[in-house]
């Protein structure tokens, strides 16, 4: 068996307390059941979460100073098939170590899709 797939998103907005995003719903992210696979979700809000905590801070491989992700806990409320969902990340705790972002993923009308909190240490 072989499965392929292709995701990728948009930053829409960036400021020091939020980043919006904005991530297209392909048929490479769908699981069998036709629906956003969750693991196509969790990433696009670890990510955007990832983006807040560098602020204007470029990721570059291996660099010190990234804000590696410690825990997470996810709650995944509804799903869908087609158009695209919309990321809000903002800090629960900026800290100069540890990092708490909350990032709410939301579907067409403004449906809640996931509601995702992540903790972030910076790399030494």
């Not at 995003?21 to 670890?46: C, Q, R, T």
């Not at 955007?48 to 804000?67: D, H, N, R, W, Y």
């Not at 579907?107 to 509601?115: A, C």
Request: glycine share 10%; with cysteine.
């Amino acid at each position: 068996m072989e499965f392929k797939g292709s995701i990728g998103f948009s930053v829409l907005e960036q400021t020091r307390d939020r980043v919006v995003a904005e991530m297209p719903i392909l048929s490479g992210i769908k699981n069998p059941y036709g629906v956003v696979h969750v693991g196509a979700i969790l990433w696009f809000a670890d990510v955007c979460a990832t983006i807040l905590v560098l602020g204007s801070t470029q990721a570059a491989e291996g660099m010190k100073g990234f804000p590696l992700a410690i825990s997470l806990n996810a709650h995944f409320i509804s799903n869908q098939s087609e158009g695209t969902f919309k990321a809000i990340a903002t800090f629960v705790k900026r800290g100069k170590l540890v990092s708490i972002v909350r990032t709410s993923v939301y579907g067409e009308g403004d449906k809640l899709i996931s509601d995702v909190t992540t903790n972030h240490i910076l790399s030494k």
